[in-house]
């Protein structure tokens, strides 16, 4: 999927949300047995609820991978039902990877040509030659963790004794990458402090925004400072909304709150005039 | 697997090898067809060969994830195995995960608990949250990249225009944290220049050194730098172990290659008197 496309779907839907599958079995509803193959109904089921309000899908390789090649066999289930009934919604995985570039390449093509997602996230620590594996892509994003939601990210990415911070260095550099016009940077909505600072960086790239909902972000700042002229934000909220209910309306429960956010969303998007 | 433990080892092996599996099925011997499948039976026979010189056994996830959950359907059966026949291997998963703290618990998991290795390696990027719940298992040890072997280790690891680079903050910073005493670093062999340095900020610390042979690495200056009390080093080979000859003698020709490896480190562990 083109940037272009992604940006006509914002239109359409009125929307930048992504929503998150961190599906954990100890969290499903009651009606859903604490097993497994519990994974794909459940996220079958919020998916049929949230698509008509979200543009964006992430699926965090985490929750299925701790069931090994049961786990990836029901990522794998999970990535066919949603290419072949919602073609429109832009898939992430949200999977961290980065290693050298023999072993980027092998980590793309699982991510790009296995499961055919249309964006992968990757951990910048290897550098460039880490990275650009999953740069050669056609059509896909390659979403640069930058400055992230969690309390650790105080730990490296931002370096108070130094001039620059390491998740502006990271941003620096990696534009200066071939094919640098894919990448995207995760930037946590607790850090809205330093998203004006990013913008400024990077006008054109889409943000990856997480941090919405559960762990305290503020979606009018996010758009205050992270706003584009093609939108250039998706806004992830996962557990806030994959876990609404735990009884059988839980489909319909987080549909509603996905329709809560959509509708805040719209009435970004229109006030910032990228829709009328 | 006990640090003590792995000591046995390396005294009874005399060698402080670990042969790293990047099973690439276009690489593969002529005599095994290149699908997934043969992964499995390269692997085996490339770990039977070796399993006398080498007293570690690194997977690398890249080249099984490519092929998805039959890839890791090929990983667990690989793990059965080696948990099984050879209990004494200690077992490094190569998987440079690393992400909020919900999402590595469940990383630990896979890699400790469901697939049953001894160590897996972690990227610092995201912070202490992000690392710290691989720690909580009780004889299990964590190897965070410090400084890799690869180009783009330049990129954001060493940072010439500060004070201090990245990967003495990732090491000084992570030694403060919990269970600090299973915390491992990756540190490339074509790193030497570094590596005094680093054994001095970590003078007990054992550290897996990659770079050995196709990555241009030394192994003397490696353990000159490197070596402590217990040995303190696990010195990685993959490629130029593993593909050693494309012909019905690959297994030999491994072994071979490992043997020689571990004979150039039983004339290091005796000059350094640790063994006699």
Chains 1, 2 share one sequence.
């Not at 980590?107 to 880490?130: C, E, I, R, W």
């Not at 758009?223 to 735990?246: D, H, M, P, T, W």
Request: hydrophobic content about 40%.
């Amino acid at each position: 999927m083109t940037l272009n496309e992604l940006f006509q779907q914002i239109k359409k839907k009125k929307s930048f949300l992504c929503v998150g599958l961190d599906v954990d079995i100890h969290k499903l509803p009651s009606a859903l047995s604490p097993n497994p193959s519990s994974i794909f109904e459940f996220s079958k089921q919020i998916i049929d609820a949230v698509a008509p309000y979200s543009v964006a899908i992430k699926p965090n390789l985490a929750f299925f991978e701790v069931y090994g090649s049961q786990g990836w066999g029901l990522l794998e289930k999970l990535m066919d039902y949603i290419n072949v009934q919602y073609p429109e919604l832009f898939t992430i995985a949200d999977a961290k990877r980065g290693d050298i570039g023999t072993s980027s390449e092998k980590y793309a093509q699982a991510f790009f040509k296995h499961l055919k997602f249309n964006a992968v996230t990757v951990s910048p620590y290897m550098g460039q030659d880490s990275v650009e594996p999953f740069l050669m892509y056609p059509d896909k994003h390659v979403i640069l963790l930058s400055l992230t939601s969690n309390p650790g990210s105080q730990d490296f990415q931002i370096q108070s004794d130094n001039e620059k911070n390491l998740f502006e260095r990271v941003i620096q550099k990696s534009q200066n990458w071939s094919y640098s016009e894919k990448l995207w940077y995760v930037v946590g909505a607790t850090q809205s402090f330093h998203l004006k600072q990013i913008r400024q960086l990077v006008p054109h790239s889409y943000l990856l925004v997480p941090g919405i909902g559960a762990q305290g972000g503020h979606l009018s700042e996010v758009v205050e400072y992270g706003f584009n002229e093609q939108c250039g934000l998706i806004v992830n909220a996962s557990r806030s909304i994959i876990y609404s209910s735990k009884g059988v309306d839980f489909a319909h429960a987080a549909a509603k709150r996905a329709r809560s956010l959509q509708f805040e969303m719209e009435g970004f998007l229109k006030k910032y005039e990228l829709i009328e």
